[in-house]
């Protein structure tokens, strides 16, 4: 069985020479939620878009290695037709068509199904997240951030996806209503067996329904492991946890901070 994902020796440049991304390796395993760590500007995001294929979209070009999903290279694919492999980006900051209602925006990402949604896909969707089923009428515009996030997530499940990645689904929301949404992921995911890369600078939800981690500093991977063993790692702490002073090995580590 292929992993949901595969990416081997992967550096990115953006126009203008700058250089996003150094060799990263990455794998996540069929039916597991894997979470990409670090501080701002470390790469996270431009991982995201050289799978999904976004990057051109960005003036991003993969300069070496190779992205497989599902054991299928999709590098040659513009952005549209990836989704239609079972890949979904939802993109940080929601991007929902806020002048649309939110069953209408459910309508707008079916276009990415490779079969027509039955109506039961949007029930499922209402059942998974309740306030969007009450509001399913009302302008995305006018829902709360948490809503809108949800709205985002709904739009992801209904194309039906087997691979999802989700850049910082927590983003200025509230903690309980970053709980209630990673309650919801982590359902989803187990119900429908789907593979997640979830970037998050909110670390400790990360690490908390995660099982894999893995942190990104100045455009390499400093750090992976299972999510306990990147929350116990004392080095991970003082590096991004904002925890005390690193004096432990990390775990498995491609020996952190060599670089810096
Ligand atoms: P954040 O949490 O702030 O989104 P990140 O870890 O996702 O950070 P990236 O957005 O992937 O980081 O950025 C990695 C590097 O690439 C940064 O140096 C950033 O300035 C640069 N970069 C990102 N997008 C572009 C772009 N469209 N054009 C040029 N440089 C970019």
New binding site residues.
Partial sequence: MPNALEVRNLSVS???G?E?LWSVDLDIEQGTMVALL??????????LRAVSGMLGL???RIMAGTVRVFGESLQHLPPHKVVRHGLFHVR?GRHVFGEMSVEDNLIAATYARASKAPTSAFDEIYEYFPRLGERRKQLAGYLSGGEQQMLALGRAIIADPRLVLLD?PSLGLAPKIIREIFEIIARIQAEKRLSILV?E?NASIALKYASQAYV?QN?RVVMQGSAREIQSSETMSALYLGGGVSHGAPARTEQVLEAH
């Fill in positions: 953006y126009r203008g700058i996003a670090g501080a701002n500007g470390a790469g996270k995001t431009t991982i960005e003036q991003g940080e910082e970037v600078q990104i455009g």
